[in-house]
């Protein structure tokens, strides 16, 4: 019974923690929460707060004008961090972090409002910066904004992700300044054949992960990827024509290669049959995302036959995929883990209720999210409300 509970002190409790477990804790809160209801409370609280040497990164999230002041304090307070994240942050408060954070190592500022003056602050007070994420910014005054990251020469990642104002112009320039870019992630971010094929050559020996959308794949880009040995995740969105075999062919040598994302948006991809991993063998992929593809359960067979190592598969929109498909996926892919399968109308929900059983004994739990149609689908997309989504647990006794 509650009042008949010993009385316990909490200080003293408290004071039994050691500082790793209270660090921890605190890692799960905002830097509002921390500094307004926790850091308070004792001295010893506070110092574990603001002793810089003890964190590792900061996140910082939309804030009130009135808590500008205390944000900038707690940045003083922890000038010597590595690794700093302002979501959707005023240039006022980014500010102040590149010019009181001359250690930064990671900035990310998905969301924020940049200026010319804060990147080139960047540029002069954080020449270490080796990892940048500017995704969704948008241009102030002028579209010279960003050009001060090409003075990064130690910049290894670079995401630019939905940034409208990127060019092809742009990007080229980058490459031939920034030799050591390791990571270059430009997610809906349109560019030309010619300009894929550029990065590619520039960064050919140090590429490690790479997210385009072009047009097409042309022979010069799919030779170029042939090229690059290094890479380890590769996202591209395709607009004209499908992904045809020359791809895999061009992918199979990058024995390195982990995780792989195709994504065509023609409606090619729907209409022509593409054994597009036919032959080729990709023995290090465990992730692999693929978006309107054909063939029926052939590409199934080439998923089986080609991905031997996968632990994560995400097919969405692959409309002549079936339900026997799906089942020789989950019984012939033995490291899989996780299944995703969205807006595939041919699968039935009927396909996950039974255990499988390939008769060798072991057995192994695949987790399948099922996310399909109430309804036909109309001009190409789905009505709100229309999609219905199912989580199975998939027991397969291999």
């Known amino acids: ?112 409002t940049v200026t010319k003056y804060t990147m080139k602050a960047l540029v002069k007070c954080c020449p270490r910066i080796m990892s940048l994420d500017l995704s969704a910014n948008e241009v102030i005054r002028s579209r010279d904004t960003f050009l001060p990251i090409f003075s990064l020469h130690q910049l290894q990642t670079l995401k630019l992700n939905s940034c409208k104002w990127v060019t092809s112009s742009f990007v080229s320039r980058l490459v031939t300044s920034c030799k050591g870019l390791q990571c270059l992630h430009l997610e809906c971010v349109f560019l030309p054949c010619e300009t894929v094929a550029y990065v590619l050559h520039c960064l050919s020996t140090s590429l490690r992960e790479l997210s385009v959308k072009c047009e097409k794949l042309d022979w010069e880009v799919k030779e170029l990827l042939h090229e690059c040995r290094q890479l380890q995740s590769l996202k591209i969105e395709v607009l004209l024509g499908p992904i045809n075999i020359h791809f895999s062919h061009a992918c199979d040598h990058l024995k390195n290669l982990k995780e792989l994302t195709l994504n065509s948006c023609s409606e090619r991809m729907l209409e022509v049959p593409s054994r597009v991993f036919l032959g080729s063998t990709f023995p290090s992929v465990t992730h692999l995302f693929i978006r309107q593809a054909s063939g029926n359960d052939a590409l199934a067979d080439d998923i089986i036959s080609s991905f031997p190592s996968l632990e994560t598969l995400t097919l969405v929109d692959c409309c002549t995929l079936t339900d026997m498909g799906v089942t020789k996926i989950l019984r012939c892919c033995h490291k899989l883990i996780d299944l995703r399968i969205y807006l595939c109308q041919l699968i039935s929900k009927n396909c996950f209720t039974q255990p499988l059983n390939t008769g060798q004994g072991r057995s192994h739990l695949v987790r399948v999210q099922h996310l399909y149609p109430k309804c036909p689908r109309v001009d190409s997309s789905y009505e709100l409300g229309s999609i219905q989504s199912d989580f199975h647990d998939v027991h397969v006794t291999r």
């Open 1 to 112: 019974m509650l009042h008949e509970a010993a009385v316990v002190d909490c200080t003293r409790t408290c004071d039994v923690l050691p500082d790793d477990v209270w660090l921890e804790i605190f890692s799960y809160l905002s830097p509002k929460e921390l500094s307004v209801s926790v850091l308070p409370v004792c001295h010893r609280w506070n110092n574990l707060g603001h002793h810089s040497s003890l964190w590792k990164k900061i996140e910082f999230g939309t804030y009130v004008a009135e808590k500008l002041n205390m944000y900038i304090d707690l940045v003083k307070r922890h000038h010597n961090i590595q690794s700093i994240e302002c979501f959707d942050c005023q240039k006022e408060f980014i500010e102040h972090v590149v010019t009181l954070c001359p250690n930064l190592i990671h900035l990310s500022l998905p969301h924020a």
